[in-house]
Structure formats: structure tokens, C-alpha cells
């Protein structure tokens, strides 16, 4: 998208919400004189306390469908093949907090997490260049996260081949019959810079040659999650999100 029709749809948006909030904070108004008068019998209720949360009045729960879906498939895998230790390079983090209540995780960031946990550790690490062996590592997760690295947007060096680096390290480090999470968004290839990378389907199989891929599930443009998906839809897909279950093959 350019510049000019970001600025224009943005404020469009702002036209057609601030109206909505404008009448949304005249009803917060009258619910709060309600509630006061309902709640004398209990702790004072003061105007200088209030906390208005005016856009939470729907019918569903919201949710970020790439980084919900991702970390809960990835988690079922791991359900699955249950590794003595799971390495996670620079995925979200709530995916590590709450899959090391089972698995013991060892997550590597180029901005390590200060995030104390029983079954957590977190240390540096510069995906371009991992502090691992060759052919270490059993269990091996690196999850939306290649596709920024070398765009410099979380404080990481330019690099028109940063994924590429990236993706060379991780096949690098993984041990032969061992498992690889790989998470991407995918959909027509294109570089949103400084945002993302964009893959195709086949792109993605050709970085991973010669990796043997195990499953292929999509969170599709409409959203929710189609697991063991056909790969045509990706070439259907603007920013899918697809999630790869490679194994390395034994020499």
C-alpha cells in the first residue's frame, strides 16, 4: 500500500469511529450515574477512579487469528512428539510461557525475555549466526519470525539475504530425524518493507530442500486454521499464515 492511500484510509477510519466513540462515552456517562446509585451499599465509587473502557461492547471475543492459531498448532505438535527439550528461536512469547508447563523450552531472542518461569530459560541470540553446533538440536521451533530479519525493524543490521542466513542456520543447527516448527506468513511473494516478507508456498519448500516436509497447515485471509491444508491456496492468499512441520532428513 502507498503512503498517500494508507493516510486516506486511516482517515477514513478515524471519521467513521469517532462518532461511534463520541456517543459511546455519553452512554459510559449514564451507566456510571447508575452504578453509583446502585453501589452505595458497598465501597465509594469516585469520579476521579474511572477507567472507561469504551470499546469492548461486542458480541465476540476478539483475537489476532496468525498468532493465535500458530502457537496452538505448534503446541499440539509438541503434545505429539514430546521432546526431552524444545529450542524456540524469537517466536511469541506466550507460546514458550505456556508449552514449558510440559515441555522444558530454552527460548533465544535478539532481545532476550526477562521472563522467569519453572521449565523457561531465555538467552541471546542472533539468528544469522546461532551459538549452536552443527546437528545439535532434537527439537527446533522458530515461529513469524524470519520473515523481518535483515529488515532492520527490531533493531537488526539491513540485510536482503537476512532470512535466507536465517533459514541456512536453522537447518544448520537441527540434528538429523529432528523436528522443525517453521511459521511464515505466505500468499503472493512481495517485501513489505520495513514489515515483513511474504512467501510463496514453493519458496518455502525450496529454502528447506532438502528437508522432508511432515505437515502444511494454513490460517487463511478470512482467518481460523486449515490443518493439513492443500498448498494451492497459499497462490489464493495476500498475508496467509503458513505453518510448516519440517523433518531432517537422515544421511
Not at 514430546?82 to 517466536?91: N, T
Not at 486449515?226 to 492468499?237: G, R
Amino acid at each position: 500500500m502507498y503512503l498517500k492511500d494508507y493516510v486516506i484510509r486511516t482517515g477514513k477510519n478515524i471519521l467513521v469511529r469517532f462518532p461511534k466513540r463520541i456517543i459511546r462515552f455519553f452512554e459510559f456517562g449514564g451507566e456510571f450515574i447508575r452504578f453509583r446509585k446502585m453501589n452505595k451499599h458497598r465501597s465509594a465509587v469516585h469520579f476521579r477512579d474511572i477507567y472507561p473502557c469504551l470499546k469492548d461492547k461486542i458480541q465476540s471475543t476478539p483475537f489476532d487469528h496468525h498468532y493465535t492459531y500458530h502457537p496452538a498448532w505448534a503446541a499440539r505438535i509438541l503434545a505429539q512428539t514430546r521432546p526431552e527439550l524444545h529450542v524456540d528461536i524469537s517466536s511469541i512469547l506466550s507460546f514458550g510461557a505456556i508449552v514449558s508447563a510440559f515441555v522444558p523450552i530454552k527460548f533465544y531472542d535478539y532481545r532476550p525475555a526477562d521472563l522467569h518461569l519453572s521449565g523457561y530459560e531465555s538467552d541471546f541470540a542472533d539468528l544469522k549466526k546461532l551459538p549452536f553446533a552443527d546437528n545439535l538440536i532434537r527439537s527446533l521451533s522458530c515461529m513469524h519470525t524470519v520473515e523481518h530479519i535483515g529488515l532492520g525493524r527490531y533493531g537488526d543490521e539491513l540485510d536482503a539475504d537476512g532470512d535466507i542466513k536465517a533459514i541456512n542456520e536453522l537447518k544448520r543447527v537441527l540434528q538429523p530425524g529432528g523436528d522443525l516448527l517453521f511459521v511464515t506468513p505466505v500468499g503472493k511473494p512481495k517485501i513489505e518493507f520495513n514489515g515483513q516478507r511474504i512467501y510463496s508456498f514453493e519458496q518455502i519448500l525450496n529454502y528447506f530442500s532438502p528437508f522432508e516436509l511432515m505437515e502444511f497447515s494454513l490460517i487463511p485471509d478470512q482467518g481460523g486454521i486449515i490443518n493439513k491444508a492443500d498448498p494451492e491456496l497459499v497462490k489464493k492468499q495476500e498475508y496467509g499464515c503458513g505453518c510448516f512441520w519440517f523433518k531432517k532428513i537422515i544421511s
